[in-house]
C-alpha cells in the first residue's frame, strides 16, 4: 500500500524524529543498524550480547531481528537505511536465505546495504559457488564467528557501506541539481531539487549528508516557513513548520537566516537563497569545523547560481500544484490520483479502491450557497481523514466525490458509512449527511488507473440506483454489462448516423367498426448485420445519453411527414400518436422543435398526439404541468401511456388536462385471465369516462379480448388483431385495402 504523499512534498517519506531530543546531540551518535535474519533464537540473543557495549566508527550498533525470510521482507518494507543484513541460509526452506539475497539487490535494490551470509549447515550453500551466484559481500560459518572476528566482520562492512553511501550521496546529489535545474519536467522538483542541493553542500564540504532545507513560498511577511528536504538525523522533519521543530538551535539559525537574508557560518553553516517576490529558502549543514574565507566564497556562489534554480523550480512546483492538486481541499485531484492507482497495482492484495459520493450535495449549494458548500467539503475531509487513519490514501475526484485508497479492513462500507454517522455542525448549522460508496478490491480487478476508476464508478451507480446511502462492491458481471451497454450506445450513435433507424406505424381502430382512426410510431432499430435491437434495450440508453433529443426529433418529423402524406391520400382525420421522453420534456428547445416540425412538413397539431408515460407524469408534476399547457398551446392532444402502471393521484391527472388514457398491455392480457387484470381495465375506463377521457388499450391480440373491452366500455385500440407495427409503404397499402 503506498501512503499519498503531502501536499507539497510527495518524494521523502515522513520519517520518525530523531529519538534523542538533545539539541546539541551530533550525528556521530547515530546508530549504525543491523538487521540479523535466523530462525534460530539463540543466535539473535548471543549476537547482541557479543557486540554489547562495542561501537564502529565511533557510533553504536542497533539490531533488528527477523526469525524468518519472510518476516525479514516484511522489515525491509519499512526499515529504511539499514547498513548490514547477517543472513541465515536455511530457514523455512532450504534457500530461504539465498532468495531474500535476490529480493534484497533485484527487487528493493538496495546495493549499500551489506549482506554477511553466515550459515550453519554450509552444503546447503558452498561457499564458491555462493559468493559467485549472489550478490553478498561476506561469507562465514557460524562456528568461526568469534566475538572478535564477528566484530572484525561488522567493522568492514559497516566501513564499506559508509564508503558506498558517501559515494551514492555525491552522486544522487549531483544527478538532482542537474535534473531540477535543466529538466523541470519531473513531478515533485521542489523537494528533489531542495534534497540535491543539501548533498552536494555536503559533497563539497567533504561530509556525510547531513542537514535541511527550509523555504518560504508565499511571499507574504510573516508567511508560514516549511521544511522542504532534510537528510540524516534531520529526516524526521520533512514537511513540518519551522516554527514546530524543537531542535531550538536549528530552528532559531534558520529564523536568523531568513531575517538577517543572508548566509551564516558560526555555530553551525546556514546558506540563505533570496528568490525575489519575498520568497526565500535558507539551507542547514552541519560542517563540524570553521570555514576559512575560500569556502564562504566558494559557498556565495554556489548560492548565487542555485538561487535561479530555487526559483524556476518553485514556479514549476506550483503549476504541477494546480494540475495534480485541488486547491480548496489540499488533496490530490483525479489526475494524481489516477497514478497513485498505477502505483499500488504493483502490489494489489489486500488495498481496496472506493468512490465516496456525498448524497443530494447540490441542494446544499442550491439552499445556503457555494460556500457554505466549500465548508461542508473541508468538514468531511477532516472526518474521513481523522477516522480511516493516516494510511489511507484520498483524493478529490468530482464535485462531491472522493476516491479513497487503502487496505480491506479501512476501506470498507462499515467504515465508510461511519464517518456520516453523526451529523456536521458546519458555520453553526448542523447537518445530517450520507454518502453512497462503489468499491473495488484491487487483487480481484484486471483494470489499471482510470480504468478502476470506472469500474468502481459503476458500482457506485448500482447502489445508487438500488439506495442511496448504501455500498456496492464491483463485480466482473457488473464490468460486463457496463461494457456491452457502452458497445450498445456506441453502435447506436452509428446507426442514427447511418440511418439504420426508422420508424413504424402500428393502426389504432375504432373497436366495434374496426375502422381505422390513427397509428402509432414507433421506434426500430435494424443494425448492419440484420439483427433488431429491442426498444427497450436502446431507448433507455439513448435517454441516459442524450441522443434521444436528436433521435425524438427525427421521430417526431418523420412521424408528421408521414402524416401529411396520408392526409394527402384522402385521410383528412388521421391521428398520429408520438412517444415523448422525460429527457425531451426537460429540454429546453422541446416547444421549438415542435413548432418547427409542424410548420416545415405543413401538418397541424391537433392531428398528433403526444403520449407521456403515467410515471413520467408524476415525476416533476410541476415542470410537466408547464410544458404540457405549452404543447396544447401548439395544438397537440396528450394521452398518458401505460396508464395503471404507475402511482398517480387523481388530483395529478386531473391538472394535467390531459386528453386521452391508453390502457398498458399487461392489463389487457391479464383482463379474462384474473379478477384484478379485470378490475383495472375497468377501472382505467370508468376513471377515463368520469375525466372526460378518451380510452384506448394496447396489446388487443384476441377477438375476445376485442369483445370484452367494448364490453368495459373501451371504444379505441390497436394491438396484432388488428395489425402489426408497419413500414410507412405497408402501412399505406393496408389502409388502402
Not at 106 to 119: C, F
Not at 324 to 352: A, I, M, S
Request: hydrophobic share 45%; net charge negative.
Amino acid at each position: 500500500m503506498q501512503e499519498l504523499p503531502a501536499a507539497d512534498d510527495d518524494l521523502l517519506e515522513l520519517l520518525d524524529e530523531p529519538e534523542h531530543g538533545d539539541a546539541e546531540r551530533c550525528s556521530h551518535d547515530r546508530p549504525w543498524r543491523v538487521l540479523i535474519v535466523d530462525d534460530d533464537g539463540d543466535v539473535h540473543k548471543a549476537t547482541e550480547l557479543a557486540m554489547q557495549g562495542l561501537t564502529v566508527e565511533g557510533q553504536p550498533l542497533v539490531f533488528l531481528h527477523a526469525s524468518s525470510a519472510a518476516q525479514a521482507r516484511q522489515l525491509l518494507a519499512s526499515e529504511g537505511d539499514l547498513a548490514v543484513v547477517l543472513l541465515d541460509v536455511v530457514m523455512e526452506s532450504e534457500d530461504a536465505g539465498l532468495q531474500l539475497v535476490h529480493h534484497i539487490r533485484d527487487e528493493l535494490r538496495l546495493n549499500a546495504v551489506r549482506i554477511v551470509l553466515r550459515t550453519g549447515q554450509p552444503g546447503y550453500a558452498p561457499e564458491i559457488e555462493t559468493v559467485q551466484a549472489y550478490d553478498i559481500n561476506d561469507y562465514k560459518t557460524k562456528s568461526e564467528l568469534t566475538r572478535t572476528r564477528l566484530y572484525t566482520v561488522l567493522t568492514a562492512a559497516v566501513r564499506s557501506y559508509r564508503q558506498i553511501r558517501a559515494l551514492e550521496a555525491n552522486r544522487r546529489g549531483l544527478e538532482m541539481i542537474v535534473e531540477s535545474s535543466t529538466a523541470l519536467s519531473r513531478m515533485r522538483g521542489l523537494s528533489r531539487f531542495a534534497e540535491g542541493v543539501v548533498t552536494q553542500l555536503c559533497a563539497l564540504l567533504g561530509i556525510l549528508p547531513e542537514g535541511l532545507v527550509c523555504a518560504q513560498l508565499s511571499g507574504e511577511t510573516g508567511g508560514e516557513v516549511r521544511i522542504v528536504a532534510a537528510a540524516g538525523q534531520y529526516s524526521g522533519l520533512i514537511d513540518r513548520p519551522l516554527a514546530q521543530v524543537q531542535i531550538a538551535a536549528v530552528r532559531e539559525r534558520l529564523e536568523r537566516c531568513l531575517a538577517r537574508r543572508e548566509n551564516i557560518y558560526d555555530d553551525g553553516t546556514c546558506l540563505y537563497f533570496g528568490m525575489g517576490q519575498g520568497r526565500a529558502m535558507a539551507a542547514l549543514v552541519d560542517v563540524g569545523r570553521e570555514l576559512d574565507e575560500l569556502d564562504q566564497q566558494l559557498l556565495r556562489a554556489f548560492c548565487s547560481n542555485i538561487a535561479v534554480g530555487f526559483e524556476n523550480v518553485v514556479l514549476y512546483s506550483q503549476l504541477l500544484d494546480q494540475a495534480y492538486n485541488d486547491p480548496l481541499l489540499r488533496l490530490p485531484n483525479r489526475n494524481r490520483f489516477v497514478e497513485l492507482l498505477d502505483k499500488n497495482l504493483k502490489d494489489p492484495q489486500g488495498v481496496t479502491l472506493a468512490l465516496v459520493d456525498i448524497d443530494d450535495f447540490s441542494d446544499i449549494n442550491d439552499a445556503f450557497g457555494h460556500h457554505f458548500g466549500d465548508q461542508v467539503l473541508q468538514a468531511v475531509v477532516q472526518r474521513m481523514s481523522e477516522m480511516l487513519g493516516l494510511d489511507t490514501a484520498m483524493a478529490r475526484v468530482g464535485a462531491d466525490t472522493f476516491g479513497v485508497l487503502g487496505e480491506h479492513a479501512t476501506v470498507c462500507p462499515e467504515r465508510v458509512q461511519a464517518v456520516f454517522a453523526e451529523s456536521f455542525v458546519v458555520a453553526g448549522e448542523r447537518l445530517q449527511l450520507s454518502a453512497t460508496t462503489g468499491l473495488v478490491r484491487l487483487g480481484e480487478s484486471t483494470a489499471v488507473g482510470s480504468e478502476l476508476l470506472l469500474d468502481a464508478q459503476i458500482a457506485l451507480k448500482r447502489a445508487k440506483q438500488r439506495q442511496r446511502g448504501s455500498s456496492q462492491y464491483f463485480s466482473a458481471a457488473m464490468g460486463s454489462d457496463a461494457r456491452e451497454r457502452f458497445k450498445l450506445l456506441k453502435g447506436l450513435r452509428t446507426g442514427f448516423e447511418e440511418s439504420r433507424l426508422f420508424v413504424v406505424y402500428q393502426p389504432q381502430v375504432d373497436l366495434e367498426s374496426r375502422r381505422v382512426i390513427g397509428a402509432e410510431a414507433l421506434l426500430r432499430w435494424r443494425t448492419d448485420e440484420g439483427h433488431y435491437i429491442a426498444p427497450d434495450q436502446f431507448i433507455p440508453l439513448a435517454e441516459q445519453s442524450g441522443l434521444i433529443i436528436p433521435i425524438g426529433e427525427f421521430v417526431m418529423r418523420t412521424a408528421c411527414h408521414q402524416l401529411r402524406k396520408l392526409q394527402a391520400q384522402g385521410h383528412a382525420h388521421f391521428r398520429m400518436a408520438v412517444n415523448i421522453s422525460m429527457a425531451q420534456f426537460r429540454h429546453p428547445g422541446f416547444l421549438d422543435m415542435l413548432a418547427r416540425a409542424l410548420e416545415d412538413c405543413g401538418v397541424s397539431g391537433q392531428n398528433i398526439e403526444l403520449e407521456i408515460t403515467e410515471s413520467m407524469a408524476m415525476e416533476d408534476a410541476e415542470l410537466v404541468q408547464r410544458v404540457l399547457a405549452d404543447i396544447k398551446h401548439l395544438g397537440f392532444s396528450v394521452a398518458i401511456d401505460d396508464f395503471g402502471t404507475g402511482f398517480s393521484s387523481l388530483s395529478q391527472l386531473r391538472q394535467l388536462h390531459v386528453d386521452r388514457l391508453k390502457i398498458d398491455r399487461a392489463f389487457v392480457q391479464e383482463a379474462q385471465a384474473s379478477s384484478a387484470g379485470s378490475t383495472i381495465a375497468q377501472m382505467v375506463v370508468n376513471l377515463g369516462h368520469g375525466l372526460g377521457l378518451a380510452v384506448i388499450a394496447e396489446g388487443i391480440e384476441t377477438e375476445a379480448q376485442r369483445q370484452y373491452l367494448m364490453a368495459l366500455g373501451c371504444r379505441e385500440g390497436q394491438g396484432w388483431l388488428f395489425a402489426k407495427p408497419l413500414p410507412a409503404d405497408e402501412l399505406e397499402a393496408w389502409m388502402t385495402r
